[in-house]
């Protein structure tokens, strides 16, 4: 039986970011926060109920919007509700942190109640991109954040970053939080979503977008920085120091694993069915309350989306997808398209250059499926 995890989504944050297209930026309250645990635990009864599983647990992210806002009572009642009605296996449990949010007792207090890794949304060392960014952290709140999670015991620190960003200097950015020596670091280039300010502010001229061919630039200035520095670099946007830091639950969604997601605008593949929940956080506890799942969509998944998702997938990750299992799926492969791809240790993977459009090689392998 493939693994499963767990994903639940919290939509509070303080502010809505301009390049977020999550859902989130939802006010947190005293009231809001308490009602929402609330509904959290009655969708988690209710899949419970319908579903059953039984199966253990190896990760459990908590995700947003902004987890590290949720109060220690609320955020205890949840983790003590998974513990109760799963059987975790505390290989992972991950929560997702702002750095101004972090203070010597909420640390303590993750630590003592089963987390393990935090996700620190540092986004950027410089004081001018996280402005543009629209962020409420500093250089200064991310120093402070590190040193007050390896304090308080955790060593799997996970720093995430966008890059490709106007104004930013690269070199000097990704060399900042080396300084660190995180043990993992994700980098993700800041993309210009619909529906997003900032996607209106390039519209209008207001945010101009780095050329491709500069982004390109930057992607390989920190990709052989972090190369450097010793890291793995063993999915499209995440480096590990070691083995042993490498994502179990992302990596558990690249391998095609199972994942319950639970919360407003959360997803998960389970029985062959992939859905999506309610956005609404009106909607969401009504939809419960009524004895119903909060689905907003929901498919099973055929042969044909399995097939390109395992590619699209499996050719993220640096190690690629076995060679017996890609030769079945794909037919014979035009030398255009297979100076991107390489052979090695039993396995297809995408070469260097592949990784740098890889979008466009997975999208034409997708026409080669048998």
């Not at 909420?106 to 543009?132: P, T, Y």
């Not at 670091?185 to 502010?201: C, G, M, N, W």
């Not at 042969?303 to 890609?326: D, N, P, Q, V, Y």
Request: glycine share 8%; charged share 25%.
């Amino acid at each position: 039986m493939p693994p499963l995890s767990i994903y639940v989504h919290i939509p509070f944050c303080r502010r809505k970011c301009p390049y977020c297209s999550f859902t989130s930026g939802f006010k947190p309250s005293e009231s809001s926060i308490r009602l929402y645990i609330e509904a959290l635990c009655s969708e988690i009864d209710l899949f419970k109920k319908l579903h059953g599983s039984s199966d253990p647990v190896q990760s459990v992210y908590i995700g947003g919007g902004t987890p590290s806002l949720l109060p220690e009572a609320g955020l205890k009642i949840l983790l003590d509700k998974l513990k109760s009605e799963f059987l975790l296996l505390n290989l992972e449990n991950t929560i997702e942190a702002n750095p101004e949010d972090i203070t010597p007792e909420i640390a303590a207090f993750w630590k003592g109640n089963g987390i393990n890794r935090v996700s620190l949304g540092f986004q950027s060392m410089e004081d001018n991109v996280l402005k543009l960014l629209g962020r409420c952290n500093e250089v200064l709140s991310n120093i402070l954040a590190i040193e007050t999670l390896r304090k308080a015991g955790f060593d799997n620190i996970s720093i995430d970053l966008i890059a490709c960003v106007r104004g930013e200097n690269a070199v000097k950015n990704i060399r900042s939080v080396l300084d660190f020596n995180p043990a993992h670091i994700s980098v993700y280039q800041l993309s210009i979503e619909d529906k997003t300010r900032l996607f209106a502010d390039a519209a209008s001229g207001k945010y101009r977008p780095l050329s491709d061919a500069v982004s390109l630039d930057h992607y390989r200035m920190i990709r052989h920085a972090l190369w450097a520095a010793g890291y793995i670099h063993y999915e499209i946007s995440n480096f590990a120091l070691k083995e042993k830091y490498l994502s179990i639950h992302n990596m558990n969604y690249w391998n095609g694993g199972r994942y319950l997601g639970f919360g407003a605008g959360a997803s998960g593949y389970f029985e062959g069915i992939r859905w999506t929940n309610t956005a609404s956080l009106k909607n969401y506890p009504l939809i419960i309350s009524s004895g119903r799942l909060p689905r907003d969509f929901s498919e099973v998944i055929d042969k044909e989306t399995a097939a390109r998702e395992f590619i699209m997938l499996g050719l993220r990750k640096s190690a690629g997808i076995k060679e017996e299992s890609f030769d079945a799926l794909v037919n014979r492969i035009p030398l255009s398209l297979a100076r991107f791809l390489k052979r090695e240790n039993g396995h297809v993977c995408l070469t260097e250059r592949g990784f740098e459009v890889s979008n466009r090689v997975i999208t034409e392998l997708w026409e080669l499926i048998k």
